[in-house]
């Protein structure tokens, strides 16, 4: 039996790196088809980033205070990061970069100087009731003072996207960073496997998930994280304080229907454990893993009938 093929293509964008499989087709079609993945990837830079003066997101962190006309794009990113910060009772948040900002992470993770600013003014992020979204008109309003990150949804969106537009593929994986979107046939009996990795310093799997559709994401500190004078801190802020949520030591993936989902679980299941307790959230993903450095913490199946299954290394 002839193996199927696979192609690959790697690149690094939106302050990560980002990985490509498409079965089958021919190499020319591939090629072609990581062209259009990588101009998507600057589009969504011009779009989403933080670190760029003239992205549209920066243009209109810049105008707080005021009504913004922005694109499609941004609007429905915004938009759903609103309904997900509203899902997970404020848990989610994308009003954090102020607060991400004063604790050092003011540059890309690409910069050395991460973390080197001067101390700031910690403040309680605003909840997200203190947007406001006008579709008809297409503009948001952040309330003043205020200023979005979209850092972690965008990755999972593009993603997403990037499934629907090699959905003509009989299958493929997309992998911005975190966040991943697989679609179709897979190299393994017809599934992809995504290893859930060991948060300590082995970097041993300690899950495998094999899957034909759907979306993993994982949060965790053992990527970003830096030191602010004498004190370890990360990227993923508890809005409810402002400050670096308080487990360091572990990640949680999650599997969902779309990566942005299974971002925005794995982000709020991170920041508190809880958030999935009154069926919020977890009605929403398909599962949730905590890993600690060797061992699994725990594994809840929110939907038995979710096209995955794990496998656990004992």
Known sequence: MNQPVVHEHRFRSMGTDVEILLMGESELRARQAFSRAELLAGEWMDTFSRFDSESELSRLNSSAGRPVFVSERLFDAVELSVRASLRTGGVFNPLILPALVAHGYDRSFDDPDIGSSLPMTIDVPPGV?????DRDLRTVLIPPGGAIDLGGIAKGLYADQVASLFAGWPGGVVSAGGDLRAWGEGP?????????????FGRDDIAVVALTDGGVATSGTNRRRWQRGSTLVHHLIDPRTGRPAGVVDRTVTVLAPTAALAEVGATACFIDPECTADRRLSRDLWGILTVAPNRLVSFVDCDPEAPFHVYFDH
């Open 129 to 133: 009731e203190t947007l406001a979204l």
């Open 188 to 200: 393994d009996d017809g599934r992809w496997l995504v290893g859930v990795e060991d948060p300590g």
